[in-house]
């Protein structure tokens, strides 16, 4: 279980409910990324933390999407009031150093908001 | 937003073949250039990446060619094989490592 773990791998809600998607890093890797990728797009830079602190929120496309990473570690993305246009696979991503360049990818979370 | 532009959109390439992927840049920050693997249902995964300071860069059959001028960078795969058909993602990022990714370009690769 060395790679970066995310929760749930599937969810189905409804139009107007509340999502929480959790991300678990590689153990030790400082930056972790959030990205959304609809089906045949390349994936949607989201947010981007580094340590605790998010270091690039210019991707969130509207305050109904929020993110945190309290302990430096895990990550839950928040998705309010969710739109049948949110459905998309969430992806996070982790790297070692923010230098390195390097990205770790999950496997994503699938949303489907009906 | 699209700060990467690639091309084609598909490819498909005959067993042996080689294939050739090309990707476009607007931002000059911009430092590091990778492209990754995604097969369906899977994350996408680091297959071979370059800075600037070369123009290219070769591991094994996968090989970047960069041109800092154009602002352009491509992938080539030589020897092309049925296992490497899946969807290739080309990305950049600067100093402040937010990397973009480009729109994708799904290979099939034809025994």
Same mark, same amino acid.
């Given at each position: ?9 599937? @969810? ?11 991300? !678990? ?30 270091? !690039? !929120? ?40 923010? @230098? ?15 | ?22 990707c476009a840049y607007e931002n000059t920050a911009f430092d590091y250039f990778p492209w990754y693997q995604q097969f ?17 860069k070769k591991e094994g059959r996968f090989t970047i060619s960069f041109n800092k001028s154009a602002k352009q960078f ?38």
């Amino acid at each position: 279980g060395a790679g970066v773990s995310q929760t749930p791998s599937n @969810k189905v809600t409804e139009k107007g409910k509340y999502v929480e998607l959790r991300c !678990d890093p590689i153990s030790g890797h400082t930056a972790l990324y959030w990205y959304r990728q609809s089906l045949g797009q390349g994936p949607e830079f989201l947010i981007y933390f580094q340590g605790t602190g998010a270091a !690039d !929120d210019s991707g969130l496309p509207n305050d109904r999407f929020f993110a945190v990473r309290p302990e430096g570690s895990v990550s839950t993305l928040k998705i309010q009031r969710t739109e049948r246009g949110d459905s998309a696979v969430y992806l996070c991503a982790s790297s070692p150093s923010w @230098k390195t360049g390097e990205l770790f990818f999950g496997e994503g979370s699938r949303l489907t908001v009906l | 937003q699209q700060q990467v532009k690639q091309s084609p959109q598909s490819l498909i390439v005959q067993k042996g073949g080689i294939s050739i992927i090309n990707c476009a840049y607007e931002n000059t920050a911009f430092d590091y250039f990778p492209w990754y693997q995604q097969f369906p249902g899977k994350g996408p995964a680091l297959l071979i990446a370059i800075r600037p300071d070369v123009s290219e860069k070769k591991e094994g059959r996968f090989t970047i060619s960069f041109n800092k001028s154009a602002k352009q960078f491509s992938l080539h795969i030589m020897d092309s094989q049925p296992g490497d058909s899946a969807t290739y993602f080309c990305a950049a990022s600067g100093n402040n490592n937010d990397m973009r990714f480009g729109a994708g370009t799904r290979l099939t690769v034809k025994p």
